[in-house]
């Protein structure tokens, strides 16, 4: 079953981001996450969330994306968006 990081990201230094997401994309391949949505433009609908930027990664499972978010592969580039964002993010299973 698939699974799905969302992530609500406001960027506080946007140099330091624009490197983080340089370096992300390498550390998906192996656990097969793929981008859905990488910062576009996002409507609220309902309720008060504002969004300032939006991702949702699919992995092919739970167990791809925990593996990815613990890897070492992402240590790195996890401490550097840690240092350069206030992120707000769920992972859930698809059905």
């Known amino acids: 079953m698939a699974a799905y990081l969302i992530a609500d990201i406001e960027v506080q230094d946007a140099a330091a981001f624009e490197e983080y997401r340089e370096q992300v994309p390498a550390t998906l391949e192996p656990f097969g996450g793929t981008y859905i949505v990488r ?17 949702v990664l699919e992995f092919p499972s739970m167990d791809a994306l925990q593996s990815w978010y613990h890897s070492d592969a992402y240590k790195g580039p996890k401490a550097l968006r840690i240092r350069a964002t206030m992120t707000r993010a769920v992972a859930v299973e698809g059905v």
């Open 39 to 55: 910062g576009g433009a996002a409507t609220t609908l309902e309720g008060g969330w504002e969004p300032k930027r939006m991702v």
